[in-house]
């Protein structure tokens, strides 16, 4: 028999959370996780999933029925949309300017269906006039899949736009909102997205490990449509739906999966707060702090990767100077500053910092520390 290993309990230190997410957490969302476990059934915990449904639907901006929290991080959210909707030889016209839109295509070509992909440079947006080519040359296409703001470079691409010319070529779009809710103005229902999902670490300020999804009546008849099943059990909204309230209503809640259940008592208080603080005021005051380290990071001499116009106020990416060595100032921000920021991904990998400004982390207080830490360490 093994001998049982002498583990002392984990105590994490307090980190200031500015990289590309996890963000901070709100201390009452901390504190909604130590609340009493209940079953995933118990009537009172079913009434709180209806109060999770509404809070997107007013966070998503949307009256979708389907609207819902994936007990997985934003990757399970963006393969229950794919899944769920493409099928085995459709086409999908798909975005890609950084790394989650690569994602996207690796997820259309495992579902056995053709990914045609429309390539912008890392940092810039998606170029509509390319997706609208793409489109007139691919009749067939079923759908329109794009990052709404790409995590990997900060650039926020024009979804109301993209959105319109998908409904003009007769296809579904699929959007990739993992960083943009709660962050950016992001309008499901006046901009037609028919399946959108977000992830509960980033503006929302959120635990990781849940991922919120909205699909619109078109998605749902798309879905119930197919002529093949879901290949994911687990991912299958059909049998979802049934946990989280059908989208026809008043059918009784049936078992699907054992719900996280005190992962939702946290998006339910990070969701009751973004509530709270309304909509366009949350957008402002990222705007606002963005605006903060903007001025921070350029009196260093740190240049932006993305162009203004286009720039994340949440998700900030600079280019690292020469002759700075990217893991060692990172390894000392952290170890002596207990400030986390984020490297680059992909083709940034080693080329840039990310530093996130996400919800709760959104604070005057977090630049200043930022700032002046980075001033050190550069020096």
Not at 162 to 188: F, H, M, P, Q, W
Not at 212 to 223: E, G, N, R, T
Not at 228 to 245: A, E, I, K, N
Not at 321 to 336: H, M, S, Y
Request: aromatic letters at 8%; hydrophobic letters at 45%; glycine letters at 8%.
């Amino acid at each position: 028999m093994l001998t049982p290993p002498m583990i002392m309990p984990f105590f994490p230190p307090h980190r200031i959370l500015m990289g590309p997410g996890p963000s901070d957490i709100y201390p009452s969302v901390l504190a909604a996780l130590s609340k009493p476990t209940v079953g995933h059934l118990d009537p009172l915990f079913v009434g709180m999933m209806d109060e999770i449904k509404t809070l997107l639907q007013y966070a998503f901006q949307t009256q979708n029925s389907v609207t819902m929290a994936v007990s997985a991080p934003g990757s399970a959210g963006m393969e229950a949309c794919f899944v769920n909707l493409v099928e085995p030889g459709e086409t999908v016209i798909v975005c890609r300017n950084g790394v989650f839109g690569e994602r996207m295509r690796q997820n259309v070509e495992r579902l056995g269906a053709i990914a045609v992909l429309v390539d912008n440079a890392w940092g810039e947006p998606v170029n509509p006039q390319q997706v609208e080519d793409a489109l007139k040359a691919h009749p067939e296409a079923k759908f329109l899949a794009f990052v709404h703001a790409e995590t990997s470079t900060g650039a926020l691409s024009d979804a109301k736009t993209l959105c319109a010319l998908a409904k003009k070529y007769d296809c579904l779009t699929i959007v990739d909102a993992v960083t943009s809710l709660g962050g950016v103005e992001l309008r499901v229902d006046d901009w037609g997205i028919d399946a959108v999902y977000s992830g509960s670490q980033k503006c929302l300020s959120c635990v990781p490990g849940l991922s919120p999804l909205s699909f619109s009546d078109a998605a749902v008849a798309k879905l119930k449509a197919r002529k093949t099943p879901v290949q994911s059990w687990f991912l299958d909204q059909s049998l979802v739906m049934g946990y989280w309230g059908d989208a026809t209503g008043g059918a009784k809640r049936s078992y699907h999966h054992t719900a996280p259940v005190n992962t939702l008592y946290a998006l339910h208080e990070s969701l009751r707060l973004l509530a709270n603080e309304g909509l366009e005021k949350a957008w402002q005051r990222h705007r606002d702090m963005h605006q903060l380290l903007r001025h921070g990071l350029e009196s260093l001499g740190l240049e932006f990767v993305v162009e203004e116009a286009y720039r994340l106020p949440q998700l900030n990416t600079v280019h690292i100077p020469a002759g700075i060595d990217d893991a060692a100032v990172r390894k000392v921000l952290l170890e002596d500053y207990n400030l986390e920021i984020g490297a680059g991904l992909g083709a940034l990998a080693g080329k840039a910092w990310r530093f996130g400004l996400m919800g709760y982390g959104a604070r005057r207080e977090n630049i200043a520390v930022c700032v002046h830490a980075l001033a050190t360490v550069l020096r």
